[in-house]
């Protein structure tokens, strides 16, 4: 995909320049650090690029410090629960300041890996067998419908945090009892060996991919933000008719709960069968993250990169005003 098609379609990019920008960081969820780091990595870019840029930890008094700041417009740079789960998402519109990312919906959706699972399988894309376990059921593993070994998830958090792979029945309860300790509802799902392979979609365009192999067992979070070691393909090393068949999948998923702005979407490729595994609506944007290096190589640069999706940035729920 070239870089020309998609310069061809980023519309205006100065729309906010003489706004009140805030970009929302930190928050409460267990991805608190990393998003720290986005944050900081967003907000020196839009000061490169001219922009009135207040950064603002979103603590449970965000909403008076948004209105003290005098925010105009939002740059959401939160991960995991309160600010990628529709939660910020919900006060924003309220507030009626024109945010960036996706909308209540589309962010609860795929904050909730069961929920944004059915919407998958509604579509007819495809992803490896699951089931759901709510906390305090008895899990019989001869009850599971497929076979061992298992991929034990949080149902609602990201970063990999609580997650367990390559789960045998013997150890099925700690992974359980592992992912409880971050929501009340877990995934087990079908181990798929293979390749961890990313889409980078950017304002409702697939834009390339990425092949992520990490020195440690699986991505986990060191992996992600700490092991210098993983190592990054861009693009992933994929056949023509492969790439195309992974890149449809990566924008129907987006497409299909509705997201919007920049969003990772991560599968899994058992030789020339890819499984959707999630879609990230707020991916990280630190210096090792994967959807702006995706960006990088469509020929878009982190700042222009951040910009775009800025001036994406718009209140989704339309409300008619009252007359007085």
Known sequence: MSSLSLKS?????????????????????????????????????????????????????????????????????????????????????????????????????SMDKAASRRIFEARNLPTPPWIEVKEGEEVDPKSIPFEPPYVVKPSCEGSSVGVSIKVFPDKLSSALKRAFYYDDRALIEKYIKGREICVGVLNDEAIGTVEIRPKREFYDYKAKYEDENTEHFCPAPLNKKLEKKILKIGLEAHRSIGAEGGTRVDLRLDGDRPYLLELNALPGLTDVSLLPEIARHAGIEFDEFVERILNSARLKIRVKELKE
Do not use: F, W
């Not at 840029?53 to 008076?64: K, P």
């Open 9 to 109: 379609n980023c519309g205006d990019l100065t729309m906010y320049r003489n706004k009140r920008v805030g970009v929302l960081v930190g928050g409460l969820s267990s991805e608190r650090d990393v998003s720290l780091k986005s944050g900081a990595a967003v907000a020196n870019a839009l000061r490169r690029r001219g922009y009135n840029v207040v950064v603002i930890d979103a603590m449970r008094d965000v909403a008076q410090t948004l209105v003290k700041e005098r925010v105009e417009v939002v740059y959401v740079a939160l991960h995991g629960k309160l600010g990628e789960d529709g939660a910020i998402q919900g006060l924003l519109e309220v507030l009626g300041i024109p945010y960036s990312g996706s909308g209540l919906l589309a962010s609860a959706l």
